[in-house]
């Protein structure tokens, strides 16, 4: 008689990502600074973080926020190259002085806009920079069972909508586009035309699989547009 498997005997057998609660519990920051580390490196092992671009930011337990240097070489980031800043993105307390990530105040624009965010990821990952050349103001799919990895969607079958934001070097004229369009910004991710993407989550877990889900997507579409 065939025996049903239990959830646990699955995700023993299949390594299914265990999602419950415990996800959400933040771990401590030194343990934050070495996984949040890792995935840069790996990150940038994939091609997403080319000639010291891109930056990383975690919120620790006291609230702090934590931003990845400026200027380091990602494939040999390590869990002491983040620095603390202020709200204002100006770096802080023993760090004072260093040179926090140019887009720092977008990180700090995030946390205010959605205060459970504890991790902010960036990437220069290439399809999202082809696809965001080549539509106006947002990112429009539907029917890909992905889309479940964002948090908040339970089924394939929906319609959803990331925007599109004009690149600028003008970051703080950048933070205030985010404050005016947060109606839109409804899955924790945004694209910046021909730059990358920004995801963000509760959990690094959780701020992975939002970046990871729009980086399969971008690459499904822009697929799908050069063949159509
Ligand atoms: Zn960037």
Redesign the pocket.
Known sequence: MLKVKSEKELRLQFGFPKINSKRLKQMSSSQLKIELAETIRHYNSKGWSPAT???YSFKDEMGSIWVSKSGIDKSLFQSNDFITVTNEGVSSGEFEGLKPS??TLIHCAIYELFPETTVIL?S?SVYPVLISSQLADKLIVSGYEIQKGFEGQTTHDNTIEIPIFDNTQDITAFAKTLFQNKSKIQNHTFL?RK??TYAWGRTLFEAKRHLETLEYLCQCEWMVQRNS
Do not use: D, I, Q, Y
Request: charged share 10%; proline share 0%.
């Open positions: 671009s891109t930056n140019a887009e960036h220069h910046m730059h990358g």
